[in-house]
Every structure is written in structure tokens, then in C-alpha cells.
């Protein structure tokens, strides 16, 4: 996993396809942190699979309705990046965070610690078992389940349109684990791993890996002027986070 500080869009480096999706962020520091996630995403995808950010192509598909001006982020399968990694984005206030993995479709989120609960959480968020569990409603505690559980759902490409109430992720003072995945899957074959990005910031990542997968996370983080640059400085990089 990678990530960075927000950038200025203005300071990156935006492919022609992405001016139209951003032109319709409309608040400036949204725009601002989608910006950067995707200047980010090619600077890790470039850093992992060795060749460098300016030949990954990122594009996006809605699972539900196959636009492709929303959804999940891909890697473009090209001549450079015959097999692609799988990944995923999230950011809140100044982070973003960008997840690379070969081991299975990927989930990532994030929230800053101090989140206020939103206006009712429990009853759209919570299954029975996690509601009863004791300590849920601590802000420590909701925004842990809350974070695994969107990382599950992101993995999965359906994001909110899948009931969160439908995931069951272990109570947040327990070891990440998978309960119940979507869809009636096998909780076997996903990993769920709490993330440390920083202080004050709450991070998950989800992977369908599979029934013999595990999951071994690596952080790394990317200053400002390596971002604005187009990754240059760290290419090749990281070959370990395969
Ligand atoms: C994905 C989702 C959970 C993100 O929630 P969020 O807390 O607002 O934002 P996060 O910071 O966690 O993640 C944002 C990133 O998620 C990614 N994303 C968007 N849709 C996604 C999806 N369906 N699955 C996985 N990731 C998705 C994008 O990369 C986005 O960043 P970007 O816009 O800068 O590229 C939420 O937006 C969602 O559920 N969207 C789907 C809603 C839907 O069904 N729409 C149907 C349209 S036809």
C-alpha cells in the first residue's frame, strides 16, 4: 500500500481521460484528493510492476451500470502490463491511500479517527451481531468496523450498493477477520488486515485472495514532490510488494 499527502490537481500531471471525471468533482478538495489518487495509483502500479507511472493506464467501471466514468479504479491491461495488478483507492481530508495486489481483488478505506458517527449508523451499517457487540458505539470502535467493512465492500466492486448489514467483519478489539463475506462467499477465502497509515488516521484493506491466501501488507509513503514529479525517483522501487 502506498500513500501520500493530497495535492493541489493543478501541481499533477492529469491524463486527457481523466479531465472530464474530474471536471465533475465539483468541490475543490475532493477534486484535489481524486487527483492525487490517481497520479498516486500510477506512481505505485509503475513502482510494482517495474515499469514506471507514465505507462499504466488507470480506468474505471461501474459494476452496477458499466459506465465507465465511475466505479472501481482498474490497471488497463497493455503490451507493458500484460497481467495487472489489482487495486484500490480511498481518501479522507489530506490522505490517500492507494492499495496494489496481485493476490486478489482489493479493498482499501479510510477515516480520519476522529469521524463523527453518522446519523444512523447502527440501523443501515451494523448487522445484529456486530450491534450487540459491547463498545460498538466508542468512536475508536464504529469507525474500525466501519473501515473493514467498506474495504470488504470495495474489494468487491459494488461498494454501498451491497448492504453493509449483509458483512459481518470481526468486533473491532479483535484481529481483523472476515465473518461474513457478500454474497454467501466463503469467509475462507478473504484476508482483512488493520493498516497503520499514520496517527490519527483508521485504515482497512480487504483481499478476496482465495481458500489459500494470506496477506502480508507493506506501507509506503510517497512525499509531495515525488507525486508532482510523476513518481520518476521512485521507479522500480518496490519490487517486494508483489
Ligand atoms: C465506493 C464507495 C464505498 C466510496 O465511498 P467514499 O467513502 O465516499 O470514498 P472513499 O474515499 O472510500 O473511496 C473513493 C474511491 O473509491 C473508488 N470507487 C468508486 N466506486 C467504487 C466501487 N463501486 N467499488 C470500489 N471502489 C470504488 C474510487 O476510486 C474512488 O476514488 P476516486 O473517485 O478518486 O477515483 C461509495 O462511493 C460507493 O459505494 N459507491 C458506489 C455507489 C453505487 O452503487 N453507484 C451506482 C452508480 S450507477
Known amino acids: 500500500m502506498t500513500w501520500a499527502r493530497s495535492v493541489p490537481a493543478e501541481l499533477l500531471e492529469v491524463r486527457a481521460a481523466e479531465v472530464a471525471r474530474l471536471a465533475r468533482v465539483s468541490r ?13 495509483l500510477r506512481v505505485a502500479v509503475g513502482a510494482w510492476t517495474g515499469t514506471g ?11 452496477l451500470c458499466g459506465a465507465t466514468d465511475h466505479g472501481k479504479p482498474f490497471v488497463a491491461s497493455t503490451p507493458a ?14 490522505v490517500v491511500v492507494v ?20 446519523e444512523g449508523f447502527e440501523a443501515v451499517a451494523l448487522s445484529d451481531v456486530e450491534r450487540a457487540t459491547p463498545g460498538v458505539r466508542e ?29 459481518v467483519v470481526s468486533a473491532p478489539h479483535e484481529p481483523p477477520r472476515v465473518i461474513q463475506p457478500p454474497a454467501a462467499d466463503d469467509a475462507a ?19 478476496r485472495t482465495g ?31 508483489r
Do not use: M
Open 28 to 40: 475543490g478538495g475532493d477534486r484535489d484528493r481524486s487527483a492525487t489518487a490517481r497520479a498516486l
Open 53 to 63: 507511472a507514465d505507462r499504466v493506464v488507470i480506468r474505471s467501471a461501474c459494476a
Open 81 to 94: 502490463i500484460p497481467t495487472p495488478p489489482h487495486v484500490s483507492v480511498a481518501h479522507a481530508h489530506d
Open 99 to 118: 492499495a496494489v495486489t496481485a493476490a486478489g481483488p482489493v479493498g482499501v478505506d479510510v477515516e480520519p479517527a476522529g469521524a463523527a458517527r453518522f
Open 139 to 167: 468512536p475508536a470502535a464504529w469507525i474500525r468496523t466501519w473501515v473493514r467493512k467498506e474495504a470488504v465492500l470495495k474489494a468487491t466492486g459494488l461498494g454501498l450498493a451491497v448492504d453493509p448489514r449483509c458483512v
Open 189 to 207: 477465502h478473504w484476508q482483512l488486515a488493520d493498516v497503520a497509515i499514520r496517527p490519527g488516521v483508521i485504515c482497512s484493506v480487504a483481499v
Open 211 to 241: 481458500p489459500s491466501g494470506s496477506l502480508e501488507v507493506q506501507v509506503t509513503d510517497l512525499d509531495r514532490l515525488a507525486l508532482i514529479s510523476g513518481g520518476s525517483s521512485v521507479r522500480n522501487s518496490h519490487p517486494s510488494n
